[in-house]
């Protein structure tokens, strides 16, 4: 069983940064892929940006050249760093890993607002 816990979401004005963090109850190596999903309000969960245990990464194409997927075995955690963030970033951010079955976190809110 993998539990799955995220923080470091809040409030931040358009054009400032975030770092979200997923912290795992137990080794990430073998957890493959982990990702970090978002929803917003009244539309579908998405991908946001994925990383394999090789540290391949894949990005949806509205966050490319903002967001960077990272992942720190050492630490159990995986780590999305969100710049230059945008009102329609706005959403609750689940982080997801997959190890025989799929897990997924609580999720934390982030509020890109004036």
């Known amino acids: 069983q993998v539990q799955l816990v995220e923080s470091g979401g809040g409030l931040v004005q358009p054009g400032g940064s975030l770092r979200l963090s997923c912290a795992a109850s137990g080794s990430i190596f073998s957890i493959n892929p982990m990702a970090w999903y978002r929803q917003a309000p009244g539309k579908q969960r998405e991908l946001v940006a994925s990383i394999d245990s090789g540290s391949y990464t894949n990005y949806a194409d509205s966050v490319k050249g903002r967001f960077t997927i990272s992942r720190d075995n050492a630490k159990n955690t995986v780590y999305l760093q969100m710049n230059s963030l945008k009102p329609e970033d706005t959403a609750v951010y689940y982080c997801?890993?997959?190890?025989?079955?799929?897990?997924w976190g609580q999720g934390t809110q982030v509020t890109v607002s004036s």
């Open positions: 997801y890993g997959f190890q025989g079955s799929s897990y």
